[in-house]
């Protein structure tokens, strides 16, 4: 589980000696428990957001979107705001991000085979994010996560993200 090697260039072991148990359920245990901790907050964000009345309606989109400190930047709020205006469209937008967060949380408890999916999911979901709101380290914090969160610990992401 601990990588042996003395940096990310070095391909192979660095250090000679074996690892002990107590280190290996260690590390893992402290990987499981980031995987448990990411389901969790794509949970909560999910069920905190039903509670609220402009996202049960649909118009949750629309109102983060022309949010002036928050929202999109005036070039971006002119170009789509023809768009954004229909009400189906910011329906299956506001209610599509419940949805991502809710088959975020549920990746834990997915088939590994599916990982791949819900991480391309996962980067574009925080990728639009940036694109609205220009959040970049909120991006990167939860590029981080989810890299933990799906991707294989031991494994090269060679032939597990771009399948040929």
């Known amino acids: 589980m601990a990588d042996k090697r003395i940096n990310h260039w070095h391909k192979t072991s660095y250090f000679k000696y074996r690892q002990g148990e107590f280190v290996q359920y260690f590390s893992y245990s402290c990987m499981m428990l980031i995987r448990i901790q990411m389901s969790i907050v794509y ?11 402009f996202w049960l ?23 789509f705001l023809p768009i954004i205006s229909n009400i189906y469209v910011t329906s299956i937008i506001s209610w599509g991000a419940i949805f991502i967060e809710i088959l ?23 990728f639009m994010i940036i694109c609205i709101h220009g959040l970049w380290s909120f991006f990167f914090a939860m590029l981080g996560g989810l ?6 610990w031991n494994k090269g992401l060679n032939g597990f993200l771009f399948r040929r």
Not at 48 to 53: A, Q
Not at 57 to 79: C, E, Q, R, V
Not at 116 to 121: A, E, I, N, S, V
């Open 43 to 53: 949970f909560f964000a999910a069920a905190v957001k039903v509670n609220k009345g």
């Open 104 to 126: 975020l949380f549920s990746a834990l408890f997915a088939n590994k085979s599916l990982r791949p999916f819900y991480f391309k999911l996962g980067v574009f979901f925080h």
């Open 147 to 152: 890299v933990i969160y799906l991707l294989p």
């Open 57 to 79: 309606d649909g118009s949750a989109f629309y109102y983060w979107f022309t949010n002036k400190p928050f929202g999109a930047s005036d070039t971006i709020n002119n170009i």
